[in-house]
């Protein structure tokens, strides 16, 4: 097959930051998505619907002429976060779902949650009001291996959660590990998890090819190749509990290569490309329309969109750098080449 035409698909799981940045980083997605859910991970970080709605509207400003790409946003779940903050998201026509990180876990998580039960109020009222919970499902104690965070979370949280609010809708966000899909296959209830395109595309090795590759550093990390393929097998299954969410996640170059770089990997630019890379090479195209267009609007209620989109298989290079606000940023795949192209959007 050289061209594919597919409904027009969405993010669930995107990082579009703020400011002058948004200038870039909102059309690069608004190129193939029609929606995204933005994560509220900003310094400070969006708790509230009116955060939520500023951030809205400055997200909306930073779209290109003519495009009618929708955000939809989500508060961060803090120990301060209340049963009315929650009621009036449900409320709101703005929030979708409300994301928990445990502190200390990434990119702007000391606001997170330390102890998740400080918690279970709120997300008692998440289960009634038929707000999902968005899981950065990774524990941070220290005497975790880090490759590990994830499947000690799944062990220690995740089916407690599960048991304790058995009609909360959770989605186990940028799912790495076999653990993680072996889970979400079985477990009772509304459970789903976003996959990203880098966790489809690298194991390990990647982060360590001929010397130390800081543009491939996201957290999660990526993990052993068999964790890979659980994923790809996952991804191309048709199964509903499985969509697509990039991470796309930019930090200025400076940052990155750094003494101390920081996580996320900027994969906005080629996203819908690159995912399609992956499923034509697991024999799969005709499953890549579920992935990316039908199962995120199921699971969150949403219809599916009106639009199509075409992919050529068609070779181009990324570029090296990409500049955003007086920043530059390194894209995935940079000065590599990409073996299918969107004709249309
Ligand atoms: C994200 C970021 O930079 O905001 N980084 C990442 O590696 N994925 C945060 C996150 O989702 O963990
Ligand atoms: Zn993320």
Not at 58 to 79: H, N, Q
Request: aromatic share 8%.
């Amino acid at each position: 097959m050289t061209r594919i035409r597919i409904r027009q698909p969405d993010d669930w799981h995107l990082h579009l930051r703020d400011g002058d940045m948004l200038n870039t980083v909102v059309p690069a997605t608004a190129r193939s998505f029609a929606r995204a859910i933005v994560m509220p991970n900003l310094k400070p970080p969006v708790r509230t619907v009116s955060d939520a709605r500023a951030y809205r509207e400055r997200i909306l400003a930073a779209r290109p002429v003519g495009s009618d790409f929708e955000p939809l946003m989500t508060l961060y779940l803090t120990e301060t976060t209340t049963v009315d903050d929650i009621r009036e998201a449900a409320r709101s026509d703005c929030v979708h779902a409300v994301k928990y990180y445990p502190a200390g876990a990434t990119t702007n998580s000391d606001s997170g949650v330390r102890k998740l039960e400080r918690v279970f109020p709120v997300i008692e009222a998440m289960e009634k009001h038929n707000l999902p919970l968005l899981m950065h499902g990774e524990v941070t104690d220290a005497d975790i291996d880090v490759f590990d965070r994830e499947a000690v979370f799944i062990e220690r949280h995740l089916d407690g959660l599960r048991t304790t609010f058995p009609d909360l809708k959770m989605v186990l966000e940028h799912a790495t590990t076999e653990d993680a899909i072996e889970y979400v296959q079985s477990a009772p209830g509304p459970i789903a998890a976003t996959i990203t395109v880098h966790h489809l595309l690298y194991n390990r090795n990647a982060l360590f090819e001929g010397g130390l590759r800081p543009h491939h550093y996201c957290l999660p990390l990526i993990k052993r190749e068999r964790h890979r393929q659980a994923l790809i097998s996952a991804a191309t299954s048709g199964d509903e509990r499985f969509f697509l969410g990039t991470d796309s996640a930019p930090h200025p170059k400076h940052a990155k290569e750094s003494d101390c770089g920081c996580a996320g990997i900027y994969s906005a630019p080629a996203a819908i490309e690159l995912y399609t890379e992956v499923f034509e090479a697991a024999g799969a195209l005709d499953k890549l329309e579920a992935f990316a267009s039908l199962n995120g609007p199921a699971f969150y209620g949403l219809p599916v969109n009106d639009g199509f989109i075409e992919l050529e298989k068609r070779t181009w290079s990324m570029e090296q750098e990409i500049t955003a606000a007086k920043e530059t940023i390194v894209p995935l795949r940079a000065g590599q080449r990409i073996g299918w192209r969107q004709s249309n959007g």
